[in-house]
């Protein structure tokens, strides 16, 4: 009986390790001799690994930056999508403002289409966010570009504007075309 305990020592001993196993722990006992008896300068290795390490925080940094830059410059374009249309038909509303105010016979049907055609464009603009700088009131050289100016007198005290002599139009918050006035100096 007593050889019995003995027998199960032997049967819960370690397994003999696998191959791959005694591959891998030769192998690091090879590469433990290499390390021990090369002439590899740990330091400058470790500040190369340092300086790799930076490079590649750095570049990533501006890969995030670059993304970052790239996703503004879409909401602007987005957010001012159709500035360059809008722009091209201002002179094509000014041409139908001129039209309107050159005829008299309220009772002519030309008059009544170029009405009709005035109001749609305008709406279209609107709906747009396109509307008509304010040109009443104080100048503001960023919505309004002075092309002459008058004394200034009761009425029209200095730097106020006098006459709009055309339109000005903007989009959101950026002037498409200033308008252009007369400006009490």
Not at 29 to 44: M, R
Not at 137 to 157: E, I
Request: net charge negative; proline share 5%; charged share 35%.
């Amino acid at each position: 009986m007593a050889d019995q305990p003995e027998a199960k020592k032997k049967d819960q001993k370690q397994p003999e390790p696998s191959l791959k196993e005694e591959i891998e722990a030769e192998m690091k006992a090879d590469l433990d001799d290499q390390v021990k008896t090369s002439d590899v300068d740990i330091d400058a290795l470790q500040k190369e690994r340092d300086d790799f390490e930076d490079k590649y925080l750095r570049a990533a940094a501006e890969i995030s930056n670059m993304n970052n830059r790239f996703n503004k410059e879409r909401a602007s374009l987005l957010q001012y999508d159709g500035q360059k249309l809008a722009t091209a038909v201002l002179p094509v509303l000014d041409n139908l403002e001129r039209a309107l105010a050159s005829s008299t016979d309220d009772a002519d049907p030309l008059k009544k289409g170029v009405e009709m055609v005035y109001t749609h464009l305008e709406a279209a603009l609107k709906d747009n966010k396109v509307e008509a700088v304010p040109a009443v009131g104080k100048f503001d050289p960023t919505m309004h570009q002075a092309v002459q100016t008058v004394p200034a007198d009761d009425d029209h005290p200095k730097d106020t504007i006098v006459q709009v002599l055309q339109k000005g139009y903007k989009m959101k918050d950026r002037v498409l075309r200033p308008a252009m006035v007369v400006v009490a100096n």
